[in-house]
């Protein structure tokens, strides 16, 4: 059966490298969204947790109640406002002045700052009346965040965001002292704003998610960290046969075999999540033999006859042939492939 490997020294190798420029490990919270973009939630929060973080990010509720047994908090980035009262471990993104007011009572919340991304949260000239309302509500105000448009491009609006932001920080702050709220976290970074970041300054933590995977997304011209990709997808042999030469594999029969040749099936195709490549364009394997035919929903043909290959164990050349980001790669890997920590 087709399988994914997660290499343990890989992340504790990355969360080393990232903890060091945050500052320690309690700046660093670890982005688990999207099934930890495809390597399997709840196993890597449990390594994630073994490693020492105590702060972890995830997509929506549902993935906070997987793994809220094991950290401090669990922030939910992107959901709908639930009718429901959570955990007191689990806090809510609160992206809009509407979702503060749609909120239960009480509830833990990190408001969310719209510095330039204009993707998600409230704008600079809505922070008095936020703040109002949260004290009103007695929301738990635990942090305040925002999020940048251009991290890893090579230009100025990293810069340009941060300072707003550091200027809502100081507004905010004031509002706080005033209100006698309890300290409250400050985030703003990804990993690419960690990596090309001097200082986190006084930001309580990084979001740190695609890095600690293994992948830096800074322009090249950076100089960067040494990085590990932490997963690896392994396909196993179906079936072998020999290929009489002229003879023609697979849908559409586009790979035709210039030679006798010894060929097998393996079991992954693009319904495990793998993006499905059309025949014309080989892929390469991690040991760099190439695919033979079109990739079939469960399935796909290869040269030789070994048991398992692993069809690859660095996302960037993947992303390249399918123009693609390298995070798209893993994260659409189906949650039902078995994951075995190595
Ligand atoms: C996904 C996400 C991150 C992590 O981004 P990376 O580039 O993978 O480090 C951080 N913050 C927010 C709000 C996100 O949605």
Redesign the pocket.
């Known amino acids: 059966m087709a399988f994914i490997t997660l290499n343990k020294a890989h992340l504790f190798h990355n969360l080393d490298t990232l903890s060091a420029k945050a500052g320690g490990k309690q700046k660093v ?1 670890a ?1 688990l ?2 099934n930890a ?1 495809g390597h399997g939630l709840r196993v890597m929060a449990e390594l994630c947790f073994a490693y020492g973080l105590r702060r972890v ?1 995830v ?1 929506n509720i549902e993935e906070a109640m997987v793994i809220a047994d094991l950290f401090d908090e669990v922030l939910v ?2 959901d709908t406002v639930s009718s429901q009262k959570l955990p007191q471990n689990i806090s809510f ?1 609160a992206h809009s002045y509407e979702m503060l007011e749609a909120l239960v009572e009480g509830e833990s919340i990190h408001l ?1 700052l719209d510095t330039g991304m204009h993707r ?1 949260g409230i704008k600079e000239d809505e922070i008095e009346k936020a703040m109002a309302l949260i004290v009103a509500k007695k929301l738990s105000l635990k942090g305040v ?1 925002t ?1 940048f448009r251009s ?2 491009e090579l230009n100025a609006e990293f810069f340009w965001q941060r300072t707003l932001f550091e200027r809502a920080k100081k507004r905010i702050k004031i509002l706080a002292k005033a209100y006698d709220l309890p300290e409250i976290s400050f985030h703003c ?6 990596l090309r970041t001097q200082t986190l300054g006084d930001d309580a933590f ?8 293994g992948y830096s ?1 800074l322009h090249p011209s950076f100089t960067s960290l040494e990085l590990k990709p932490v997963l690896a997808l392994w396909a196993e042999k179906l079936s072998s046969r020999v290929l009489k030469k002229g003879e023609r594999v697979g849908y559409g029969g586009v790979y035709e075999a210039p030679e006798d040749e010894l060929i097998s099936t393996y079991d992954i195709g693009y319904g495990d999540g793998f993006f499905r490549f059309n025949g014309l364009e080989p892929v390469a394997m991690a040991d760099g033999r190439l695919s033979k035919g079109r990739m079939s929903m469960d399935s796909f043909c290869l040269g030789g006859d070994a048991q398992n290959v692993c069809m690859f164990d660095n996302a960037n050349a993947l992303a390249k042939q399918f123009k693609t980001i390298n ?1 798209e790669i893993p994260t659409k890997l189906s949650s039902t492939l078995k994951r075995i920590v190595i």
């Open positions: 919270m982005v969204k999207d973009y990010a997509k980035l992107v993104s969310s998600n965040f999020h991290s890893d970074c990804n990993s690419a704003g960690l990084a979001r740190v998610g695609i890095a600690m995977y997304t995070y």
